[in-house]
C-alpha cells in the first residue's frame, strides 16, 4: 500500500513537472521561430529587422492569419515593425503585446562562439537576444498561432507588436513611430512588455517580477579640447590627463540612495523570503534605513541600481596620432535615472563631480521620462496566481526595471505598461547586452506557459 501512495505521488509530481511546459507541437513552433530570430541579424547599427517582420507575417498568414488582420512597416525599409490584431469580441479594449526584434551588437571575437549561431547546450539556448528580447517575441508569435489553432475566443483584441531600433531608439524607433503615425494599430488600455523577470539564486526560484516602472535613459559627453602639440615636448595641460582624471572622480562617486512605490513593496516583500542579516536589511531598507540600503547595495548591482540613479563610462575616444598631443579626448557616461531624478539633476551633479572647467559636459541623449504603471488589481491577482500555480512558493513582486525599454513611450502616451516574462534568471548572471548572452531552456518553455496563461487569463470572458 505505501509502495502504491509513493508511486501515485511521484505520478502527480511528474504531471506537476509536465504541466509546466507547452502541448509538444507548441514547443517545436516556439523554438522554431526562435531560432530564426536568433539567427536574423538585426543589430541596431550593422543589422534590419525588416526580414524578421516578413518571416513572421509569413508565419501568420500560413497559420489562418487574413492580410488584413497585419501590417509591415516602419520608419525606414530597413526598420521595419510588424503588428497583428487577434480579434476577440471587443467587449473590452485590447491588450498590446509588445517585443522588440533588434539587438545590441555582438562581435564574434568576443564571444566564445558565433553570436548569431542559434545553439543548446547543457540547458541552455545560446545567441544575441535569447533574453533580450526575442524570447518574448518569439513566444507572442507562437502563442498567438496556439490560440488560433484552438480557436480561443477572447473578450477583446489581442495585438502583437514586433518592433525596431529599441536597443538604439532615434528616428527609427518602432514603438515611438507607430505611435506616432499609425496609433490606431496599437491602440490599447494596457500593454505587457518586457521589463519584469523571474529571479533565482543557485537554482532555486525566488521571485517573479512584474515592472511597474523603469529608470529612465540618457548619455552624457565628456569632452576636453586641447590645442595639442608635438609628443617630444609635454606639457601637463594634456587633454586625455583631464578626461583621466573626471573619469576618476565619477568612478569613487555615488547618487544618493531612495525608494519609491514600486521599489518598497519589492524591497518589503523580499524580506520575507531571504534569511539572516539580508532579510534584516531589505526590511530595514523598505522603510527607509540609509545603512540598510547601503550594505545592501554593496552587496549586488542589480540593487544598487535600484536604490539610485547610476552613471558609468562606456566609450572613449581621443587623440589625432601616436606622436602627438591630443587635441581631443572624451568620454560617454551613460546614466540610468531614477523616476523622482531629472537629466538636469544629473547634468548639475556630474559637472559638480568633474570639477574641472577643461572638461565640458553636455547632453547626447536623452530618452525622457515616463509615468510609473498604476498596481492594477485585476493586472496583479492574475500575476500573482499563475506565479503560485505555477511555481508553488515563488512570490510575485512588483518593480522597477533599472534598465530602459519602449515602455516608456507607451506610458508617456497614457498605455500603461507591465513587464512581465516569466523567464527565470540567475540574478547573478545576467548576460543581456554580454558575452555568450543566454536563456535557460526550461525557463523558455516555462514562460511560454506563463505568457499564455496570463494572457488567457486577462482576455477570458467572467475573469
Not at 545553439?119 to 539556448?125: A, P, Q, T, V
Not at 545592501?296 to 598631443?325: F, Y
Not at 531629472?342 to 547634468?347: I, K, R, S
Request: glycine residues 10%.
Amino acid at each position: 500500500m505505501l509502495k502504491f501512495i509513493g508511486l501515485a505521488l511521484l505520478s502527480l509530481i511528474a504531471l506537476s513537472a509536465v504541466s509546466l511546459l507547452p502541448p509538444e507541437q507548441d514547443r517545436n513552433l516556439a523554438r522554431e521561430i526562435y531560432q530564426q530570430m536568433v539567427e536574423s541579424k538585426s543589430g541596431y547599427s550593422t543589422g534590419e529587422t525588416s526580414s524578421i517582420a516578413r518571416v513572421m507575417a509569413e508565419r501568420l498568414k500560413s497559420a489562418g492569419f487574413p492580410d488584413s488582420d497585419f501590417r509591415v512597416g516602419g520608419a525606414k525599409d530597413t526598420k521595419y515593425n510588424l503588428v497583428v490584431r487577434y480579434h476577440g469580441t471587443g467587449k473590452r479594449k485590447p491588450i498590446l503585446l509588445l517585443a522588440h526584434t533588434d539587438v545590441v551588437e555582438a562581435k564574434r571575437e568576443d564571444w566564445s562562439m558565433d553570436p548569431f549561431q542559434f545553439i543548446e547546450k547543457e540547458g541552455y539556448f545560446y545567441g544575441r537576444g535569447t533574453a533580450d528580447d526575442k524570447a518574448q517575441a518569439a513566444i507572442w508569435v507562437a502563442n498567438l498561432i496556439r490560440y488560433k489553432r484552438e480557436g480561443f475566443n477572447p473578450d477583446r483584441d489581442l495585438i502583437v507588436a514586433l518592433t525596431a531600433d529599441e536597443e538604439g531608439g532615434g528616428p527609427y524607433n518602432g514603438v515611438d513611430w507607430l505611435l506616432k503615425n499609425k496609433r490606431g494599430l496599437i491602440e490599447a488600455e494596457y500593454a505587457l512588455n518586457e521589463g519584469g523577470r523571474g529571479e533565482s539564486l543557485d537554482g532555486k526560484r525566488i521571485a517573479n517580477d512584474i515592472g511597474l516602472a523603469e529608470k529612465t535613459y540618457a548619455d552624457f559627453r565628456l569632452e576636453v579640447r586641447n590645442k595639442g602639440g608635438h609628443s617630444s615636448r609635454p606639457v601637463a595641460d594634456n587633454a586625455i590627463y583631464h578626461l583621466a582624471g573626471a573619469l576618476y572622480r565619477l568612478s569613487s562617486f555615488a547618487f544618493p540612495m531612495q525608494l519609491n512605490e514600486a521599489t518598497r513593496a519589492y524591497f518589503g516583500q523580499m524580506a520575507k523570503i531571504e534569511k539572516g542579516q539580508l532579510a534584516a536589511d531589505l526590511a530595514q531598507a523598505a522603510e527607509g534605513s540609509q545603512e540598510a540600503m547601503k550594505r545592501i547595495a554593496a552587496q549586488s548591482p542589480g540593487m544598487n541600481s535600484m536604490l539610485r540613479t547610476t552613471c558609468v563610462a562606456t566609450q572613449l575616444e581621443g587623440g589625432h596620432a601616436p606622436n602627438a598631443l591630443p587635441q581631443l579626448a572624451a568620454a560617454n557616461v551613460n546614466c540610468r535615472i531614477f523616476p523622482d531624478d531629472t537629466v538636469e539633476q544629473v547634468l548639475a551633479a556630474l559637472k559638480q563631480v568633474v570639477a574641472d572647467e577643461q572638461v565640458a559636459v553636455t547632453v547626447k541623449v536623452n530618452e525622457g521620462k515616463a509615468p510609473p504603471s498604476p498596481m492594477r488589481p485585476d493586472i496583479m491577482k492574475a500575476f500573482s496566481q499563475i506565479t503560485d500555480s505555477m511555481w508553488p512558493g515563488v512570490i510575485a513582486l512588483p518593480s522597477m526595471a533599472t534598465g530602459a525599454s519602449d515602455g516608456r513611450y507607451l506610458r508617456a502616451a497614457g498605455i500603461p505598461t507591465y513587464g512581465v516574462q516569466g523567464f527565470f534568471l540567475d540574478r547573478n548572471d545576467v548576460r543581456a547586452h554580454g558575452r555568450d548572452e543566454r536563456m535557460g531552456v526550461e525557463a523558455f518553455y516555462e514562460g511560454q506557459t506563463f505568457l499564455y496563461e496570463l494572457v488567457k487569463k486577462l482576455s477570458t470572458p467572467g475573469e
